[in-house]
């Protein structure tokens, strides 16, 4: 039992490091102009751990600069669900304006 659940730390340890070092990454894509290469690791980021709600958001956010609004408005819906409660305003904000873009806001 002892080395299940050591190897149960160590896989969730190692997909948390996996989804961080890959969101990390896209994150100095997307400061050098790089948004297709920052989309890809955000992309790899929420597969890594999709219970993750920033790579989702920061995925949505991506997809949305690229000209992606249905894929956007999918990275950011289900950011804001993984939110819990209280997802980010940031994500609820970003999919505003997603929805906005999209037509299916009204004011």
Excluded: I, W
């Excluded at 896209?26 to 790579?55: I, K, Q, W």
């Excluded at 209280?86 to 299916?104: I, K, N, Y």
């Amino acid at each position: 039992a002892d080395t299940e659940d050591d190897s149960r730390r160590l896989e969730y340890r190692r997909t948390a490091l996996l989804r961080q070092v890959q969101v990390n990454t896209g994150v100095v894509f997307e400061h050098r102009g790089m948004l297709l290469n920052a989309a890809a690791c955000y992309r790899s980021g929420a597969t890594a751990d999709p219970s993750h709600p920033r790579a989702f958001k920061l995925l949505g956010s991506a997809m949305f600069a690229l000209g992606e609004l249905q894929l956007a408005k999918a990275a950011l819906t289900q950011a804001a669900s993984l939110g819990g409660s209280s997802p980010s305003g940031e994500t609820l904000c970003d999919l505003g304006v997603t929805l906005q873009a999209l037509g299916e806001l009204t004011k």
